[in-house]
């Protein structure tokens, strides 16, 4: 009888413990954050062929003029570090998603 009741009760309590993880909302959209932001991000600007990006360092704009073609790991350092990479979505290279990476 004993057996009985502890293999039940580990079941239920095997089957709450899936049943809390099948309702986790991975989509909730809510953001814990701890800390603050001291320093806002960097500007980019795209022009024809290449792109501004405006940086603070030390509490000053800084611009630098990056080709596209450099983009692949470009790296600044301001009041943060940030790098750059380039991905191409059509083989022509007109269109493209540039993403901003900081430390």
Request: aromatic share 6%; with cysteine.
């Amino acid at each position: 009888m004993v057996k009985a009741t502890l293999k039940m009760f580990l079941c239920i309590a095997a089957l709450a413990s899936v049943s809390t993880f099948a309702h986790a909302d991975g989509n909730s959209g809510v953001i814990h954050f701890r800390g603050e932001i001291v320093e806002g991000g960097c500007g980019l600007s795209p022009q024809e062929q290449r792109v501004n990006i405006t940086c603070s360092n030390k509490g000053k704009p800084v611009t630098h003029t990056v080709a596209l073609a450099g983009l692949n790991a470009w790296s600044v350092r301001g009041d943060s570090l940030m790098h750059t990479n380039i991905h191409y979505l059509d083989p022509q290279k007109r269109l493209a998603i540039i993403s901003a990476t900081y430390e």
